[in-house]
T-cell receptor, first 111, second 114 residues
Framework: ELKVEQNPLFLSMQEGKNYTIYCNYSTTSDRLYWYRQDPGKSLESLFVLLSNGAVKQEGRLMASLDTKARLSTLHITAAVHDLSATYFCFLVSNSGYALNFGKGTSLLVTP | EAQVTQNPRYLITVTGKKLTVTCSQNMNHEYMSWYRQDPGLGLRQIYYSMNVEVTDKGDVPEGYKVSRKEKRNFPLILESPSPNQTSLYFC?????????????FGSGTRLTVV
């Protein structure tokens, strides 16, 4: 069974600071996704990482994937309040059918 | 606009009264799936479908049924809802089961069973 562990689960950070969210997983997978969820809203795609060494950046967010270490990171640079949300990583099982989610990281950016 | 549409958005029902939550996508996606989101547990997969008439159980299928008679629709059926099925439900779709282009999620259905 593919297990996905995110940490931290809660993160309060000041505006302008940098931080990293970690997503570890237990078995081989080369498809990892980062999504964002605002309170009471749906999940919005941030990054799709499909190969070892993949790095993608959008604004103040950068995601990377190391399939050998079974680790993905979501790095936040110079945080702003608009980034306050819950961030999920999830992976697709090797069968291609089952999605396995981390429990999410609830991020609060304060002035 | 490409989207996944769920209905209803909110539903309060009584124990044992059958209900259906609808999910429809307009992107000609092959893969569709249902999730429930509970505090502290994250999202867990209920059922998924690889194509018309092809469905399979996810991690938490007990108490739920699904059908995929048409490519665009993937309803979630609760034959006899119980209070432990109170949750936030999401439907999602993808072009194919590999998910190489990512997944599109619906807006969610908040279900309360009393």
């Amino acid at each position: 069974e593919l297990k996905v562990e995110q940490n931290p689960l809660f993160l309060s950070m000041q505006e302008g600071k940098n931080y990293t969210i970690y997503c570890n997983y237990s078995t081989t997978s080369d498809r990892l996704y980062w999504y964002r969820q605002d309170p009471g809203k749906s999940l919005e795609s941030l990054f799709v990482l499909l190969s070892n060494g993949a790095v993608k950046q959008e604004g103040r967010l950068m995601a990377s994937l190391d399939t050998k270490a079974r680790l993905s990171t979501l790095h936040i640079t110079a945080a702003v309040h608009d980034l306050s949300a819950t961030y999920f990583c999830f992976l697709v099982s090797n069968s291609g059918y089952a999605l396995n989610f981390g429990k999410g990281t609830s991020l609060l950016v304060t002035p | 606009e490409a989207q996944v549409t769920q209905n209803p958005r909110y539903l309060i029902t009584v124990t044992g009264k059958k209900l259906t939550v609808t999910c429809s996508q307009n992107m000609n996606h092959e893969y569709m799936s249902w999730y429930r989101q509970d505090p502290g547990l994250g999202l867990r997969q209920i059922y998924y479908s690889m194509n018309v008439e092809v469905t399979d159980k996810g991690d938490v299928p007990e108490g739920y049924k699904v059908s995929r008679k048409e490519k665009r629709n993937f309803p979630l059926i609760l034959e006899s809802p119980s209070p432990n099925q109170t949750s936030l439900y999401f439907c999602a779709s993808s072009l194919s089961s590999g998910g190489h282009y990512g997944y599109t999620f619906g807006s969610g259905t908040r279900l309360t069973v009393v």
